[in-house]
Nanobody, 122 residues
Framework: QLQASGGGLVQAGGSLRLSCAAS????????IGWFRQAPGKEREGVSC????????YYADSVKGRFTISSDNAKNTVYLRMNSLKPEDTAVYYC?????????????????WGQGTLVTVSS
């Protein structure tokens, strides 16, 4: 299971930290990804991290503003979001895929959390 939390309402330029708590699988063997879906748009990959080697991926739209990290002792992945923009408004989902290689291909992911809403006001 994956439990996403930390969403909320923030002004443009502000920050939020999302958390994704995992249970029921071997955390170290999985890649955890963050995805988002804005109203009327397709779900897109934002960032992911490999819990086996620490490699990361960021979408161009969030590079330099978002930071993904993992606490393997707590089975939790975090997404620190700085310099938020109105276009970052979306429901953010975390997901897990078995294996060491980072990917944001949605169809590859095995488990999905319930989503947490991030709203950035201008």
């Amino acid at each position: 299971q994956l439990q996403a939390s930390g969403g909320g309402l923030v002004q443009a330029g502000g920050s939020l930290r999302l958390s994704c708590a995992a249970s029921g699988f071997t955390f170290d063997d999985y890649v955890i990804g963050w995805f988002r879906q804005a109203p009327g748009k397709e779900r897109e990959g934002v960032s992911c991290i490999s819990n086996s080697d620490g490699s990361t991926y960021y979408a161009d739209s969030v590079k330099g503003r978002f930071t993904i990290s993992s606490d393997n002792a707590k089975n939790t992945v975090y997404l620190r979001m700085n310099s938020l923009k109105p276009e970052d408004t979306a429901v953010y989902y975390c997901a897990a895929v078995s294996g060491p290689y980072v990917t944001v291909l949605l169809r590859r992911y095995d488990y999905w959390g319930q989503g947490t809403l991030v709203t950035v006001s201008s």
